[in-house]
């Protein structure tokens, strides 16, 4: 229940961003969504009452993770998507699962099963054929913006920095912490643009407040609270790979709400997208096959 929630949540916020990017700077826009989901994540530790005093490395850790994910990989996303469709965007992101379930088996001893590493791999293959596409809009085609391209990049990789950070931290310190201090760093470093996003509220349709408000509470707060609960009890990897189905459901909400369509190709991607998921939850023959009779407890 905990990861269908945060893909849902993180869908939406692709497409929301889609919808408010014209109005309002990437910076700015990271900034109020993440001013607004530190509060909101304020409420929910305040009524679960944890709280464990980080160790110094745990501190780096916590800094590093709540720059990455929250600050850069906002900033990066919203910039990208000022260009780029939001399924294009989704896919695009989708790299970083690939760099999760390679990192988590590299860095945090979870290893690199054979189906998990079929499973992105299938899945890369679908992110291939995204870049070789161009975007396509009810009024015609444009080229894919190298731009947006880069930025989405950069959103996959700090993404996947921010994952294999947090999973060793959330071992010892409760999610709800950790996840708000990573959103109140995230909000410190995108500060610099305070300015431009008190300039764009003040010209920009009420909408845009709504859409501040929405990204705040359901993809931050509670989208990033159901991940950390979700990635306590599972492999990064594994669970990394699981959102894949986020680029399936962005192509899907596009359509509805704005009528916009990556390449077949891009829908082709989606679809290998999930056959990878698929695969990356098999498992092995011979780890599960029983074990003989003698060696079974009585």
């Known amino acids: 229940m905990a990861i269908a929630v945060t ?26 969504r993440l001013a607004v ?24 850790q916590i800094v590093v993770y709540g720059a990455a994910w929250f600050g850069a990989y906002n900033v990066a996303l919203n910039l990208a998507e000022h260009t780029l469709d939001a399924g294009t965007s989704a896919i695009l992101v989708g790299i970083g699962p690939i760099l999760i379930a390679l990192g988590g088996g590299v860095f945090l001893g979870e290893g690199v099963p054979r189906w998990l590493l079929i499973g ?86 009420v909408a845009l407040g709504l859409g501040i408000l929405y990204l705040g509470v359901v993809p931050t707060a509670i989208g990033f609270s159901t991940w950390g609960y979700a990635l306590q009890r599972m492999p990064a990897g594994r669970l990394g790979v699981s959102t894949y ?34 695969l990356s939850r098999r498992r092995d023959r011979r780890s599960a096959v029983p074990a003989p009779a003698e060696s079974l407890p009585e």
């Open 37 to 60: 989901g530190t509060l909101a994540l304020a409420v929910i530790a305040l009524v679960q009452r944890q709280w464990v005093r980080p160790t110094g490395r745990e501190w780096l």
């Open 245 to 278: 189905v986020v680029p399936v459901i962005v192509i899907v909400l596009a359509l509805v709400f704005f009528r916009e369509l990556p390449t077949w190709l891009a829908i082709a991607g989606g679809v290998l997208a999930l056959a990878g998921v698929a």
């Open 7 to 32: 893909l849902l949540a993180w869908a939406s916020a692709f497409v929301v961003i889609r919808g408010v990017a014209p109005h309002v700077g990437g910076g700015a826009l990271a900034l109020g």
């Open 120 to 205: 992105t791999g299938v899945a890369f293959v679908g992110v291939v054929l995204i870049g070789l596409g161009t975007s396509l809009t009810p009024g015609g085609g444009k080229p894919l913006d190298l731009g947006g391209v880069l930025w989405a990049l950069l959103a996959a990789v700090t993404y996947a920095i921010g994952v294999l950070l947090q999973k060793p931290v959330i071992r010892r310190i409760p999610t709800s912490q950790v996840t708000l201090l990573g959103c109140a760093i995230g909000t410190v470093a995108c500060l610099p643009f305070a300015g431009q996003l008190a300039h764009d509220l003040g010209r920009a349709p």
